[in-house]
């Protein structure tokens, strides 16, 4: 089993940043992959950043690249997705999520992951 915590949401103007932390407990965190996605209402859950084991690879989808990085501190047993450029379109939900692997891969799919936080609300004013 895996626990996440969510923090660091809240309300930002169009154009500022933000961080939100993930913290990890339970099943060993090196031994999971992490990724971050995000549910506007009234939309599916989408894809927003993962990271493998080591933090050696990640991957983000085209609509948030440049603008987000995602990192992991594995002595802290935290992930950190940093947004900046933010638009009023980044306004969701956002969710941590753990997929133990043993490979060094990073996953984008959500039917990937079989743990979840409870999310951090962001909201961003145009």
């Known amino acids: 089993q895996v626990q996440l915590v969510e923090s660091g949401g809240g309300l930002v103007q169009a154009g500022g940043s933000l961080r939100l932390s993930c913290l990890a407990s339970g099943r060993t965190f090196i031994n999971c992959a992490m990724g971050w996605f995000r549910q506007a209402p009234g939309k599916e859950r989408e894809f927003v950043a993962s990271?493998?084991?080591?933090?050696?690879?990640?991957y983000f989808p085209d609509s948030v690249k440049g603008r987000f990085t995602i990192s992991r501190d594995n002595a802290k047993n935290t992930v950190y997705l940093q947004m900046s450029s933010l638009k009023a379109e980044d306004t969701a939900v956002y969710y941590c999520?753990?997929?133990?692997?043993?490979?060094?891969?990073?996953?984008?799919?959500?039917?990937?992951?079989?743990?979840w936080g409870q999310g951090t609300q962001v909201t961003v004013s145009s």
């Open positions: 990271i493998s084991r080591s933090g050696g690879s990640t």
């Open positions: 999520a753990a997929r133990p692997t043993t490979t060094e891969n990073y996953y984008n799919d959500r039917h990937q992951y079989p743990y």
